[in-house]
């Protein structure tokens, strides 16, 4: 049987996965800020601090308030510090394009200069994944194990620098985004109901903000991007984000967009009503023969709801 968190008392996932170790905050500590003294990130060292220390000075009824009109700074538009992570104000500023993410300190929020962005019925998909949608090796669902996707999204790879953006503090404020029905995840299982595969992010109106996907098994999380994009084509959703173009992405199809032009997208899309609440597999799609430019524009069924959000 798959495991379902939504079974799971918030406090059972507060000892298990959002509570961190002294060691682990230590290392943390230690890999962040080599991290931040990297050549390439080092430049924005001064104001990181400069804005940490004015965080900390600060009354704490304003502290965590952010500019109505930002200054960016670097490429990556590094806008300033806040620890404000609740439902509305989470929701609120990825409306605007603003987004979390922080290795160590106070919470700190960027909107970069260049964006990855899709649309839902633009994705390229390739041979690899079409066989493994006809072959059924493995079978995908929608929002069944939220917290675990996020843990192994967390989870350090093979290979790789064990840093991760994704601490306790982000795992808190996106579960309760989840709860509240705006954070999604896609979970792939193989026959053995194992999670080999899945991804996690953010539905805001026609907006799917992708967050981190991971994968056990070879083609699996293009298998999980596949069947969400089919979706969100036949609910309606016009753009997915991705944050910063890579040449993975750029292989499925994503392309950067400047920084005003995706506002301008946000204003489109960004305030339409919001499908809240559980979603679950359109079992009527059928993502093996689906091109991409033929989504058939089913009404999203199950649990959710439309509803202006």
């Known amino acids: 049987m ?15 996965q959002f509570k961190e170790t002294v060691r682990s905050r230590l290392r943390r500590w230690g890999l962040g800020l080599g991290y931040a ?29 952010l500019p109505e009109h930002p200054v960016y700074y670097g490429p990556r538009g590094l806008i300033g510090v806040s620890n404000d992570l609740s439902v509305e104000t989470v929701l609120a500023r990825y ?25 839902p019925s633009e994705l390229r998909i390739d041979k690899g994944v079409r066989r493994l949608l006809r072959q059924k090796s493995f079978f995908v669902t929608f929002d069944e194990d939220f917290s675990a996707v996020m843990t192994a999204c967390a989870t350090p790879r093979p290979g790789k ?32 109901s194992r999670l080999v595969a899945g991804l996690y992010g953010l539905a805001i109106g026609g907006v799917f903000f992708a967050e981190s996907r991971f994968a056990r098994a070879d083609n ?11 979706h969100l084509a036949a609910w309606g959703f016009g753009i997915r984000d991705a944050k910063w173009i890579s040449p993975q992405l750029a292989a499925l199809g994503f392309r950067s967009v400047s920084r005003a032009d995706f506002n301008t997208m946000l ?37 959710s709801e439309r509803r202006s959000a």
């Open 220 to 230: 699996a999380s293009k298998l999980a991007v596949t069947i969400l994009h089919h």
């Open 267 to 303: 204003e489109e899309y960004a305030f339409k009503p919001s499908l809240v609440g559980r979603w679950e597999i359109d079992q009527t799609l059928d993502t093996a023969n689906w091109d991409g430019g033929r989504a058939d524009l089913v009404g999203a069924k199950g649990n």
């Open 95 to 119: 409306r605007r394009g603003w987004f979390p993410i922080c290795h160590i300190g106070p919470m700190k929020w960027w909107c970069p200069e260049e964006r990855a962005v899709i649309s």
């Open 161 to 192: 620098t064990p840093l991760t953006w994704i601490t306790p503090q982000i795992m808190r404020a996106f579960w309760e985004l989840h709860e509240a029905g705006y954070a999604h995840s896609v979970e792939v299982w193989d026959n053995d």
């Open 37 to 65: 003294l990297m050549p390439k990130r080092i430049s924005l060292v001064p104001r990181l601090l400069l804005m940490t220390v004015t965080y900390w000075l600060k009354p704490r009824r304003s502290r965590d308030l």
């Open 2 to 16: 798959i495991a379902d968190a939504r079974s799971q008392s918030y406090s059972d996932l507060w000892e298990s």
